[in-house]
C-alpha cells in the first residue's frame, strides 16, 4: 500500500522509489566498442580516419647513394585486393585508435615478395613469446580455428610504444577512467528523473492534517490531475513544482568538460567537437596555426606507424610516405603570390606550377 509519503508527492502514481537515491552506476567494461558509443569518441576517431585514408603517398627507392622518387609499388595504392584503399587505411587507423594496435596478415608470391595484406582485429590477436625468445601471434579467425603465425606473416603497428611490452597502448586503455567517467555520467543523466528520487511536485500546507484527511487529499489530488480537471486548493494548500533548468538537468557544464577531455585524449582540436576552450578565438591565423599542430602531432602518429609498416612490406631500399601537401594546401590567393614569388626567384617553371595546381 502506498505510504502517506508517496501520495503527498506522487510517487505512487510514477513508481519512483520511496526514499530519494542516486541513480546505479553502470558497470561498464571498457573496451573499443563501449567507447565508440560516446558521440564525441566516434567523431574524434572518424576526424582522424578521414583525411590519412584519402591522403595521397609517394614512394622512393635507395640507389647508388641517393634516394629517388619512384612509381608507387601496387601494394601501395592496393594493400588488399578484397577492399579499396581507403577503407584499409581507414579500418587501420581505427584498431590503432581504440586499441593502440593494428595486425596485418601478409600474403607472398612467388618471388618472396610481399603481395596482399590483411587486417586482422586487434582483440583476436594474443602475442607471446617462447622459451628460445621467439615471437608468435595466435588469433582466431571466423571459423573459430586458432592460427599461429610468427613475424614474418604478421605486421605489427603500434600507436604508442613502451619498452617492454609486446603490445602497444591506445587512448582507451590509458584513459580507461574518463572514458568510464563520460559513460556514467551519459547514464545518470539519462536516469536523473525516472531513478533519481526527485518527484515531480510536493503538495504541502502549513496547517497540521491527520492522517485520514491527508490521504482523503491525497487521492482527490490524483484524481483531479488523472482527468486533466482545474485542481481547487483551499486550506492553506499550495503545489509547489520541482523542476531543474535544461542546463542542470542536462548537466550542460559537466558533459563539455568531458567532450574537451576526449578531444585532449585523441589529440583533436575542441572545435571540431563543436565545443571550444574559454579564451579562445577563432581567427583564421589561429584556425590555421591549431590546423597544423593538429596535422604534425597528431595525424602524423598515425601516418608514421603505417607508413613504417608498409615501407617494411616492401623490397628493400624501397619505402613509402604520405604526402601532407593537401593538407598544408593554402587558399588560392596565397598559393597564386607564392607561386609568382616561385617563378620570378626562378626556381621553379610555369609547367611545374600547373602540375602542382592539377592542371
Known sequence: MATLWQRLTGRGIENRSITPVWPTRSDYAISGNTALTLTAVYRSIQI??????????????????LELPIENPLLVNKPDVSQTKRDFLFQTI????????????????????????????????????????QKWYDYQVNTGTKVISTQTDIQHLKLFSQAGYLRGLGPIDACSKDIAAALDLRSFAANWFGQAGIPTGILKTDKPIGPEDAELITERWHSKQSERKVAVLGQGFEWQTVQLNPRDAMFTDVQIQQVQAI?????????????GVDGTSDTYSNLQDENQVFYRHTLMAYTDAISDALSECLPRGTRTEFNFEG????????????????IRAGFMTVDEVRAKEGL
Open 48 to 65: 582522424i580516419a578521414t583525411p590519412i585514408s584519402k591522403m595521397p603517398m609517394k614512394s622512393f627507392r635507395y640507389a647508388t647513394g
Open 94 to 133: 581505427v584498431s590503432l585508435a581504440l586499441d593502440g594496435n593494428a595486425f596485418w596478415l601478409k600474403s607472398y608470391d612467388s618471388k618472396g615478395q610481399v603481395s596482399n595484406l590483411t587486417i586482422v582485429p586487434p582483440n583476436a590477436v594474443t602475442i607471446r613469446i617462447d622459451e628460445n625468445g
Open 263 to 275: 578531444a585532449r585524449l585523441f589529440g583533436i582540436p575542441a572545435r571540431l567537437l563543436l565545443t
Open 327 to 342: 593538407l598544408f594546401r593554402a587558399d588560392m590567393a596565397n598559393r597564386f603570390t607564392m607561386w609568382e614569388t616561385a
